[in-house]
């Protein structure tokens, strides 16, 4: 039976949604409306695949995939976990690899071990909160940044932060360090439960080649 319904994807705006463009490219799913970057437009059509793509901020990506907006979502681990929406994580794409870390100065290394009532500042309030409470059962302050959060314990807002640690460059050049690794990172895919079950064979059938392709 032929399926006329539209699969649509919501990517992370920026690096990311690039990635996984050329990703899909690769197992030829190509979207060329998306490539013109003069476009104004919001969403990108593949009529033939009967496909539609949007770009939308990080913390969004889980939001839409969760109230069905998109079947598919492609976003940081980071965000799923801090956003902690009802949808299914079914693949790791193998990119965008960090991780999540507690990072300050040297210093603040014995405040964590002796389990003291530190300020953590974080744009990762969720993250950090499981961390500290239910992993470490150290209670602590947790204060929500935006980003540059490496300012919190240079400008004595906090003890430690809670943040990606990419090539560590950023900490580096601000006499921070990585004191505890939280967890690994990378950019996943995610799905709504309800289009897993209305829309298994499509979608398995796109985890199957992706994970075809990465492997
Ligand atoms: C991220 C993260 C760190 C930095 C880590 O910030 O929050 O600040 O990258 O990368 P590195 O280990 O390679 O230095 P981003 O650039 O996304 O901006 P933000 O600080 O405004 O969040």
Known sequence: MR?????????????????????????????????????????????????????????????????????IGVVGRDTILEENRNVYEVLDLGFGKCSMCVCGPREAGELLRHHERIRVASKYPNIAREYFYNKKLQTVDIIKLNGSVELGPLVELSDVIVDIVETGGTLRENGLEVLEEICPLSARMIVNPVSMQM???????????LRGQLS
């Open 3 to 71: 399926n006329d319904r539209y699969l649509t994807f919501a990517l992370g705006k920026g690096r990311l949604a690039n990635k996984t463009l050329e990703l899909f490219e690769q197992i030829g799913i190509t979207c060329e409306e998306m490539k013109d970057k003069s476009s104004r437009k919001l969403i990108f059509v593949n009529e033939a695949l009967k496909l539609r793509f949007f770009l939308a901020k990080g913390p969004d990506v889980p939001t839409y995939v969760e109230y069905g907006a998109a079947d």
């Open 199 to 209: 829309e298994t064979e499509r979608i398995k059938e796109l985890i199957h080649r």
